[in-house]
């Protein structure tokens, strides 16, 4: 019998490309979202690129009813959650939004996850659960300091996980903690799509390249680094995906489980790095202009993605220069988004 996923938030920048692997991958899903930050249209992309439909349901995590319903009529095998609020300047300035988003959504949907007897979930963290680390390779052992209300709220879901566990210990939980996704599908047909002006880095630039912004502003060129800009570890969105699929492995696999997974390519890129790299794809020159820090930035932090290739046999594949031609791919072809 076909394994039946709940995907949470699917219709979203990793949901989307992770719902399609899914697709591809004989698996059943059902995609819950609110439409918050996504539009409906992701849903028909998805299906023409996996060549079959799915079921989509529009409602939100935090609606005990519907989950209640939704868990009675499907026999659900996991729930893939991506479902949240995901940017830290923002979560600075509506905390309660996010704390009600992110960790009320979650305990909601556990709560009724438990009531359902469904005992298996991967959960969307993130690097931020790390903060400003003493070290810049980080291990899942590393200590999890976070600094922005969003960071918290990802830690705290884990914590949760990690309590349930404790006591309940049939249930099979994996955290995977994404470093930096970028990328989008190599056809262009989905990608990174923002509602509001875009502040990460790669989505800005790609405003630039289109001539709808004048430059780009580098946050800062004194950080303790190669050339003084702020890196990352950048993700292609397909490695990212593809790691979804191995962790469902691994549950499938288990008993019990409870792990936290980085998923990063171990190595970290410069702000200027990564505006060459998009040169080099797009051809385009991208002007910038050194400013101040932005608040709450760190010199620099990169996975050691060591835990995942032993533990659930995944690399990433895919290097910057790829990441950014796939964005620009999808940018050309969607300059307005999905809208
Ligand atoms: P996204 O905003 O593109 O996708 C989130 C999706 O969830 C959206 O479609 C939105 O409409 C939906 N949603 C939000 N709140 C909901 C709710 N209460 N009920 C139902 N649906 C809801 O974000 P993304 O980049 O795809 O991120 C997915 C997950 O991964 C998030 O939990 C995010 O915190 C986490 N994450 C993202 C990054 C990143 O840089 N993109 C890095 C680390 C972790
Ligand atoms: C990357 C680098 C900036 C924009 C965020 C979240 C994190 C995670 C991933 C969800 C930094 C510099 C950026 C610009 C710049 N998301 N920059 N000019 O801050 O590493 O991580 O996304 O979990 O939680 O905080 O990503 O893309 O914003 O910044 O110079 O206009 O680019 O200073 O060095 P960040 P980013």
Partial sequence: MKKKILVTGGLGFIGSHTSLKLLENNYEIIVLDNLSNSEIEVRSRISQLAKKDFDFVEGDIR??????????????????????????????KYPLDYYDNNVVGSLVLLQEMKLANIKSIIFSSSASVYGNSPTTKCKEETQLKPISVYGKTKLTIEDILKNLY???????????????????????????????????LIPFITEVALGKKDQLLVFGDDYNTSDGTGKRDYIHIDDLARGHLFALEKLKQEINICADINLGTGKSHS?????????????????????GRREGDIDEICADPTFASNFINWEAKYDLDKMCSDVWKWKKMNPNGYR
């Fill in 63 to 92: 609606d005990r009813n519907l989950l209640n319903n939704l868990f009675k009529k499907n026999k659900i095998d996991c729930v893939i959650h991506f479902a949240g609020l995901k940017a830290a300047g923002e979560s600075e």
């Fill in 166 to 200: 404790k006591s309940e210990p049939e249930w099979k939980i994996i955290n995977l903690r994404y470093f930096n996704p970028i990328g989008a599908h190599f056809t262009g047909i989905i990608g990174e799509d923002s509602r509001d002006t875009p502040t990460n």
């Fill in 271 to 291: 702000v200027f790095e990564v505006i060459k790299a998009f040169e080099r794809a797009s051809g385009k020159k991208i002007p910038y202009k050194i400013t």
